[in-house]
T-cell receptor, first 109, second 117 residues
Framework: GDSVTQMEGPVTLSEEAFLTINCTYT??????LFWYVQYPGEGLQLLLK?????DKGSNKGFEATYRKETTSFHLEKGSVQVSDSAVYFC????????FGAGTTVTVRA | DTGVSQNPRHKITKRGQNVTFRCDPI?????LYWYRQTLGQGPEFLTY????????KSRLLSDRFSAERPKGSFSTLEIQRTEQGDSAMYLC???????????????FGAGSRLTVL
């Protein structure tokens, strides 16, 4: 079945560092791809999405590009802040979301 | 729009007891999902409803689990004869399906955390 594999954590960074979280997917069709974020003590929130190949999703300084040729949807941010500390989940969908295991990111001041 | 509401937020129960969780989706959303999330893992799909019809159940949903969505509004997830392995966060999410899944946003509730002693 459809699935995603994302980079294992945890990841610890200093403020203003560059963040990349790798995500690759396996799918029989052409799913939409998502990044969700879960801040401490809060529910899952959609961070960004891309619905077709070569689309770039972006939000809050985060970006990810839907790469069909490499079946990837890596998340990047050029300069992280302490407030970006959270768990990040890559997900794909056809009619339901399938999530990766999550990557815990901690940003130190 | 008050978002997706789940109750109770926390439930502690003894092994063998029955528990029920309730989810109130966003009012215009016609599709509702239940997921389970254990520590250090991503959410795992359990089941989903299109209006009042339950369209799919995961193999994770043993016969001790039952979900309903009467009248296509709120939904309940009941676990009978709870086991320690049922301890997890149970997440509800809803979406209005129009123009395909990717065209809309699946909105999650804060979850109901179950601890089975």
């Amino acid at each position: 079945g459809d699935s995603v594999t994302q980079m294992e954590g945890p990841v610890t960074l200093s403020e203003e560092a560059f963040l990349t979280i790798n995500c690759t997917y396996t799918a029989t069709g052409y799913p939409s791809l998502f990044w969700y974020v879960q801040y401490p003590g809060e529910g899952l929130q959609l961070l960004l999405k891309a619905t077709k190949a070569d689309d770039k999703g972006s939000n809050k300084g985060f970006e990810a590009t839907y790469r069909k040729e490499t079946t990837s949807f890596h998340l990047e941010k050029g300069s992280v802040q302490v407030s970006d500390s959270a768990v990040y989940f890559c997900a794909l969908s056809d009619y339901k979301l399938s999530f990766g295991a999550g990557t815990t990111v901690t940003v130190r001041a | 729009d008050t978002g997706v509401s789940q109750n109770p937020r926390h439930k502690i129960t003894k092994r063998g007891q029955n528990v029920t969780f309730r989810c109130d989706p966003i009012s215009e959303h016609n599709r509702l999902y239940w997921y389970r999330q254990t520590l250090g893992q991503g959410p795992e799909f359990l089941t989903y409803f299109q209006n009042e019809a339950q369209l799919e159940k995961s193999r994770l949903l043993s016969d001790r689990f039952s979900a309903e969505r009467p009248k296509g509004s709120f939904s309940t997830l009941e676990i009978q004869r709870t086991e320690q392995g049922d301890s997890a966060m149970y997440l509800c999410a809803s979406i209005e399906i129009r123009g395909g899944f990717g065209a809309n946003v699946l909105t999650f509730g804060a979850g109901s955390r179950l601890t089975v002693l």
